[in-house]
């Protein structure tokens, strides 16, 4: 009788080594995140050390100055689309598959309607409901002639690059390929927590404060998912934080800009949880209401007039339109 063999086992095949490496459309998304991740740390690694070996050590600001903002959220964003760019050379794509298109993209409207109509517009309705509840005065002129224009062009371009920055490190290339992995919204949602957990870091942050960052970074989401880049959302930050910061003079994450155009007041005795305490507009009630609705708003408005004009042009290969 014929004694029985044991069963061989299946030897490992380059095909099988391929499924863990490869998908349908390339290299997966856990390795090419590892791949960006471990570029990005030995980019700023080698800015860090270079600083070090200047006798320049970078040191948490107590206050926000606009040259200080400027040289913090500049060379992070050239580094992280320096970081980009050779992903897209090792995935074979454009640089503006991660957010930031330039060819056939509205981008100063883009820039524009995000900066007054998602940023600084918002924001000044949050201060009029402050004031109107008697939390908040918007005080006098602190800045004139040739020192305001000099302070206000400053921070435009610190909060430009603060925009461009914030909004590429957690909705730039992580989130493209993060979504790759997981869906957009679940990658969205995960990065959004993070986002909030940076800014836990700065000083004064409350629970408000941290939940209406994570509602803003949903938005932001919100309208790169409709609009197909980040434009709007940089947009948006940079009006929201400008007018904040410089226009209005009130408080950014617990700390108060240099060079500010008016010198407002919260008062004593309104509840932290209307006025944002220490925050600043950031942690009321009413700015993590109004952003959820803005969020709300602009995925109904935008669908809206995007299944419009896809009715009368279903053929078109145009961009979605703008608001």
Request: aromatic fraction near 14%; charged fraction near 10%; hydrophobic fraction near 50%.
């Amino acid at each position: 009788m014929a004694t029985m063999q044991p069963e061989a086992q299946p030897v490992p095949t380059s095909s099988s080594q391929n499924f863990v490496f490869f998908n349908a459309r390339g290299l997966r998304a856990g390795w090419r995140l590892i791949i960006f991740l471990f570029i990005c740390f030995f980019l700023f690694s080698a800015v860090l050390l270079s600083m070090r070996l200047l006798g320049r050590q970078p040191s948490p600001p107590t206050s926000l100055a606009a040259s200080l903002v400027i040289l913090n959220d500049g060379p992070t964003f050239l580094l992280l689309l320096l970081a980009s760019w050779i992903m897209s050379r090792i995935e074979k794509r454009p640089m503006g598959a991660y957010g930031l298109p330039l060819r056939n993209e509205p981008v100063l409207s883009r820039l524009v309607s995000g900066y007054l109509f998602w940023g600084f517009i918002p924001l000044t309705i949050v201060l009029l409901t402050l004031h109107i509840f008697g939390a908040f005065d918007f005080g006098s002129m602190a800045l004139h002639g040739a020192q305001l224009w000099k302070s206000g062009a400053s921070w435009f371009i610190a909060f430009l690059l603060v925009g461009l920055a914030e909004e590429y490190l957690l909705r730039g290339y992580l989130l493209y390929t993060l979504g790759d992995g997981i869906g957009f919204w679940p990658a969205a949602i995960v990065l959004a927590a993070l986002f909030g957990l940076g800014h836990s870091l700065n000083p004064g942050e409350t629970r408000i404060g941290l939940i209406a960052t994570v509602v803003f970074a949903l938005f932001a989401s919100v309208t790169l998912r409709l609009t197909g880049s980040l434009w709007l959302a940089v947009g948006a930050h940079a009006g929201w934080d400008w007018g904040q910061s410089f226009f209005y003079g009130v408080s950014d994450s617990g700390m108060t800009a240099q060079g500010h155009f008016l010198s407002p007041s919260f008062h004593a005795t309104s509840p932290v949880w209307l006025s944002g305490g220490t925050v600043g507009p950031e942690g009321s009630i009413v700015t993590l209401i109004l952003w959820t609705l803005m969020m709300v708003a602009f995925y109904f408005l935008y669908r809206k007039l995007r299944e419009s004009v896809l009715g009368l042009d279903t053929g078109s290969s145009s961009s979605p339109p703008q608001i």
